[in-house]
């Protein structure tokens, strides 16, 4: 060990507790070395960090937030490991445990429904201050799901009526005639997406029921022209999709004791060419609007499959410049 480097050490209360921490395979070490200059050794229930001090105790404070969330009973993989590690470097591990541990509510199945990333933290807290907000951002970052979870939980706490849930049926010209079937089965298939949240969230027969009482609404884009929704909590999911008309058309059917969550991804455009996304343009005209709020999704919030967040970065390294981004 030359003079310059630091030796640390961490011990681990039994042998089960390091298994619940480093994962199958000792994966959070193997993250470690690979993110950090510095090396990692495990002896018994003793993990021991030698390089530079600081890289030394950026791998120590990472193991010890794990074993903080491992202790509290949050069940820990690799996406986890990856995106501790992350908030590490980024010098925002503080915020590491409150994210993990807050939670919005719970599952029909009683499981807990907690953020994941600090830009998740950040858009369902602004959901709790604002009556309109835009959730903008790539696929995976959980926009619609959480939209949804806060919605659900509403309906429960008694604070709105019912859940509208919509989005616009076919690229957003709506063009149901062509499809086989009658007015619902036409229209499922591009409903599906929230139809499975809240399946996963409240549960399909709390669903049925509440579908059926009127509670909860999921219908296209274009059944939303010409009505005012008051004690409403209203989803409008992929919308870089609508058309500058539809948005304002949307927009202003809010009513009172209503709360409005608009979802979509602008780099997932399926508009006509020469068409101006109501996404895009929404941003453009209401983003100094006090009481609504734009909260704008990054990679580093993708909560699936760690390669889709360096997909998302490629494409947008490849995309610089495109007039349809929000920035």
Known sequence: MTDNQTVRKWVFATNEEA???????DTLLTRLEQSFAAKVTMRGTEVVFTGEAAEVDLMYAVVSTLTTLAKQGIQLGDA?????????????????????TTE???TYKGKAIRVKTLGQRHYV???????????????????????????????????????????PAVEAG????FLPGDLQEKVDP???????????????????RAMERGNIEIAPLAYMRGRTLDDSYVILDEAQNTTAEQMKMFL?????????????????????????SGLVHAHRVLKEVEGIH???????????????????DAYNRTDEGEPSAIV
């Open 19 to 25: 298994v619940r921490v480093l994962g199958p395979n």
């Open 80 to 100: 986890d490991y990856r995106y501790v590690i992350q908030m590490a470097k980024s010098d925002d591990l503080d915020s590491v445990v409150d994210i993990y």
């Open 104 to 106: 919005i509510g719970t």
């Open 125 to 167: 807290n602004a959901i709790g201050r604002n009556d309109i907000v835009f959730g903008v951002g790539p696929a995976g970052t959980g926009k619609t799901y959480l939209a949804v979870a806060m919605a659900v939980m509403a309906l429960k706490r008694g604070e709105v009526k019912r859940i509208v849930l919509t989005r």
């Open 174 to 177: 709506e063009k149901l005639g």
């Open 190 to 208: 591009y409903l599906r997406p929230l139809y499975d949240a809240l399946h996963d969230i409240y549960g399909l027969e709390q669903v049925q």
């Open 252 to 276: 202003t059917r809010l009513g009172f004791h209503s709360k409005m969550v608009i979802t979509g991804d602008v780099t997932q455009i399926d508009l006509p060419t020469g068409k101006t």
């Open 294 to 312: 734009f909260h704008l999704f990054s990679a580093s919030d993708v909560v699936r499959h760690h390669l889709v967040q360096k997909i998302i």
